[in-house]
């Protein structure tokens, strides 16, 4: 079985599995704002997933790495169609391109918001035009590289006044942490759970 299979195999099977996230940051997840994220898998031999980078001039996490998405707004009708609109307005990633094969747990960060992960299959070469408002540049990392748990180093800081861990990856010149590699551990955790 292939690590793509894998993968759509452990979002059809829903069993208990343990997560991490931030809640430990929060007094509770009752008040946390929801959003989606999309995981964006290119259709090559050897798959990839579409990152962005976010402009370092943005208020909230400036510079950093981040699947396309966003808070789910009234008008979207769930956390699949909140994902696909946030990718088309960040990266003029057409909805009808993207077959949605699933969605990860919710990962609660620690900035307040319920996110959901909806992963979904792209063409590869897919013309992709980053929105400046939002979107620095986006390049794609190996689906391999990025489900390698090996690859995830875990890290600790200092943050509103606590101790927190964190997964950090390097690929390239790109750093992946926190939520975002957060997210990827909590696949990777599903993966092998089957």
Known sequence: MTLLER???????????????????TD???????????????????PGVILTQRPDWLNSHP?????????IDDGDSDEIDAALREAEEELAMPRSQVDI?????????GSGFAITPVIGLIP??????PCPNE????FEVPLDFLLDRQNAIMKKA???????????????????WGVTAGIVANIVRRIEAL
């Open 158 to 176: 200092q943050w509103q006044g606590r101790e927190r861990q964190y997964y950090d990856m390097q690929w390239q010149d790109r750093r992946i």
């Open 63 to 71: 510079g950093q790495v981040a699947f396309p998405g966003g808070k």
């Open 124 to 129: 590869p070469d897919l013309p992709l035009t």
């Open 7 to 25: 993968l759509t195999a452990s979002l059809q099977h829903k069993q208990q599995i343990d997560i991490e996230d931030e809640r430990d940051f």
């Open 28 to 46: 509770s997840v009752a008040g946390h704002r929801q959003a989606a994220v999309l995981i964006p898998i290119t259709q090559r031999p050897q």
């Open 101 to 109: 094969i699933g969605t990860g747990d919710i990962y609660y960060s």
């Open 135 to 138: 979107v620095a540049d986006w």
